[in-house]
């Protein structure tokens, strides 16, 4: 069973002036001659986190992590009580991964994502497909309407009857059926009185449920008041406008990857990002190798999720 490699510092980092006052925070470790690839966090609004170097062989990899707009090291943070999502967008996000390829002077990338981070890499994948050598993709998330009914309209209640009263308790009762929509208001009210517990409600209930067994070191890292905001203002920002992208178009568009090497990684008890999207993907991509993980959640770093994602770096390494 693979686990992560040894804990690494980066050898380089900075923050790319993307324009619409962005700020896009990047590192780079591992190996400076490596094989390029570069690591798409989840969220929307997740950020990045040192265990994530971890997925790649430092010796044969030169690993880009990169803190999407809004959150984690980038700047003006989502947190803010003056934020502005206006200019953060997939295609936005698209146009940051190329301006930051181009700045690191990298000609292809391998491309891995989970959850979100999923969906950004078929999003980035499909509009430069010259651009990636493979993709690894675990947890498949394309925002599809079906896929944000099941988690934040009430379809995963039925398994977490209990965590969703939770969920439901910042929202006025004549503001429950349509839920993402209630949370917009709230979210984005300017007082702190108002979208405080409501992000934080909306963050414990997206922790208390991406892993197999419950996590009090998950759900306390994204109810920090700090994270949790710009958590769920972002998530909530790209769902109330479907990804900017067509229903279904990054699964009705991956038959334009037939020419990338990919492995897609699902936990089969994933209650966030359902099995039924990873199988639609991979009918769209039969040259794809599917990887369901029988006794696996969601987060990336449950044993047998972690051990696919790691077998697949390393096979792709060379």
Known sequence: MRTFYPEIEPYDSGHLEVGDGQAVYWETSGNPEGK?????????GGGTSSAHRRLF?????????VDQRGCGRSTPHASEPDADLSANTTWHLVADLEKIREHLGIDRWQ???GSWGSALALAYAETHPERVTELVLRGIFTLRRVELDWFYEGGAAAVFPDLWEGFLEPV?????????????????????????PAAIAWSRWESSTITLRPSESTVARFTEPGFAVAFARIENHYFMNGGWWDEGQLIRDAPKLAGIPTVIVQGRYDMCTPPMTAWALAEAMPHAELRMIPDAGHAFDEPGILDALIDATDRFAS
């Open 36 to 44: 390029p690839v570069v690591f798409l966090h989840g969220g929307p």
């Open 111 to 113: 491309v891995f994502g």
């Open 172 to 196: 006025p009762v004549e503001e429950r059926a349509h839920l993402i929509r209630a949370y917009s208001v709230l979210l984005n009210d300017p007082d702190p009185a108002v979208h405080g």
């Open 57 to 65: 062989d430092p010796a044969r990899y030169r690993i880009v992590l």
